[in-house]
């Protein structure tokens, strides 16, 4: 995860990067050392703001998007063969959010990177199984009443994702300002925050032998994307959620900040069921809460930790029981956040140390909801 820190010489070779057609972003960091996370700030519409990510992530994108779909293959070679993964792109794309589309395309054209592999890298995620963990609480069970929220991504670490980590922040000319934390090279929301306040954690319910699955819908890190932009309320989010043609089986938590609220949703194409804090018709019912909302790898603990600090929940106690949560065997990325802030905590696996194990590196949204490109700590700009 370490950074290489340009020479003054160097920087000052790379620090405007021209290109032949629209975008602007820069790229900086937070965090230090092996901790170290690049951040790019992006702004134009969905094309120019990922000519801008392909321009600052050149050297990265082919290597992560192929480093990827590699171990995939090595993993299950019948589950990821190019055929089943072109098959996907064919039966999604059509029911994706061309801002999504528009974006990846940008991404391609921006970095030089091979199309083919890209896109086959955005699908194996699209054909596979995964479990992970989501948590929000707010109201009385937290400590100021603020909405907190968890979203651990329990996923391979063998693929080397975590070697090339990003937090995003979109600016988009028409849409929502928002960040996600994502790896170099994709499109795909797995988690993120919005300037509106909303939060997305996701946890997967596909069974393996569910596959292979009905692909003729949308996948959810495209949706998510689609939330990001537009949502700017509980009751927004939700109306997005069930207006989506849905493909496989998944739990979301989504959260407000400004509404102070969240909601677990369940997905089994093409269906979605919602539930509220408390509710009786959850299907983790009794395992359910006042002012929270739950599904992770182990809910009797989440819960018993969640109600032993009733009334104390912050940032802290929920990095607390996001490492409790975390699995042994591939736990690539935590993220905690606080959504009234617009804040979040973000710890990545380092090699094969998994995520829970890490410091939770502090990002705050405000902080680049103002687009400067001459702030101390930038190392490369595109316009």
Not at 83 to 98: F, M, Q, R, Y
Not at 211 to 216: A, F
Not at 273 to 283: A, F, L, Q, V
Not at 309 to 324: C, F, M, P, V, W
């Amino acid at each position: 995860m370490r950074l290489r820190h340009l020479s003054v010489f160097v920087l000052l070779a790379v620090t405007v990067v021209s290109l032949t057609a629209w975008g602007e972003g820069y790229r900086t960091s937070i965090g230090e050392g092996d901790d170290a996370i690049t951040v790019l700030v992006v702004r134009g519409s969905a094309y120019e703001m990922g000519r801008s990510i392909g321009a600052l992530l050149k050297d990265e994108v082919e290597a992560s998007t192929s480093q990827f779909l590699a171990a995939a293959r090595a993993e299950d070679a019948e589950m990821y063969t190019p055929e089943k993964l072109d098959a996907a792109w064919k039966a999604t794309a059509p029911n994706t959010d061309p801002r999504f589309l528009d974006e990846l395309r940008g991404i391609i054209d921006g970095s030089g990177a091979s199309e083919t592999i890209v896109r086959r890298a955005h699908m194996a995620p699209v054909v596979a199984p995964w479990a992970c963990s989501c948590i929000a609480v707010w109201g009385d069970a937290s400590k100021d009443g603020n909405l907190y929220q968890i979203r651990n991504l329990d996923f391979m670490t063998g693929a080397g994702l975590q070697d090339r980590p990003v937090i995003v922040v979109h600016l988009p000319d028409k849409g929502i300002a928002h960040a996600d934390a994502t790896f170099a090279g994709f499109v795909g929301v797995n988690t993120g925050i919005n300037a509106e306040g909303i939060v997305l954690s996701e946890k997967g319910a596909a069974e393996p032998d569910g596959y292979p699955y009905d692909l003729n819908g949308a996948h959810f890190f495209s949706v998510f994307r689609t939330l990001l932009y537009d949502a700017d309320s509980l009751a927004k989010a939700v109306k997005i959620l069930r207006d989506t043609q849905w493909i496989k089986s998944y739990y979301f938590v989504v959260g407000s900040g400004k509404d102070k609220d969240a909601i677990k949703a369940k997905v089994e194409a093409p269906d979605i069921t919602i539930w509220t804090d408390n509710d009786p018709t959850d299907d983790l019912y009794p395992i359910v809460m006042k002012d929270g909302v739950l599904i992770t790898m182990d809910d009797p603990l989440a819960l018993e930790f969640l109600e032993k600090h009733r009334g104390k929940h912050d940032q802290n106690t929920l990095i607390e029981l996001s490492r409790a949560l975390g699995t042994d065997n591939g736990n690539l990325l935590n993220v905690v956040y606080d959504g009234g802030r617009l804040e979040m905590w973000v710890a990545y696996a380092e090699k094969d140390t998994n995520a829970k194990t890490r410091p939770y590196v502090h990002f705050n949204l405000h902080d680049y909801l103002k687009y400067d490109p001459a702030a101390p700590g930038v190392t490369a700009v595109v316009d």
